[in-house]
């Protein structure tokens, strides 16, 4: 491994870099975000004018997606506690191996055991034609 000689110049360097990226992050904001959020509030103001109806998603875990979320946690548990406790490399990979597929088979009990459901209102300000 190399030593580094950190010196004023590399230090006067990254100092400019630094700044230069703060620049770059507030003109970036100035320039693009704020005039396109302001955009998009008059373009759903002028569709709030036209609105018909609201629509209210609610989504909620089925059973087999809470026994999922429940197992995913113990999952990560035990995967860690057999980590700390491994005592070979191998025993470790095998940890780390149980902890990938555990996140992916429970993550995705939890990801696809969700229940959607959507209620249509009529909306309020709408006048009568």
Known sequence: ?????????????????????????????????RPRRRRIAGEEAELAAR????????????????VAAVLLVVTILYSFVTYEAATTVFQQIASGVSLI?????WGLGVALGRRRTYRVLRSEHRQPM
């Open 101 to 105: 597929a555990g996140c992916i088979v």
């Open 51 to 66: 609105e018909l109806a609201i629509i209210v998603e609610d989504v909620r875990l089925t059973a087999g997606g809470i």
């Open 1 to 33: 491994m190399q030593n580094i000689e950190v010196n004023t110049q590399t230090i006067a360097i990254a100092a400019l870099v630094v700044g230069a990226v703060i620049v770059y992050v507030a003109a970036h904001y100035f320039l693009v975000t």
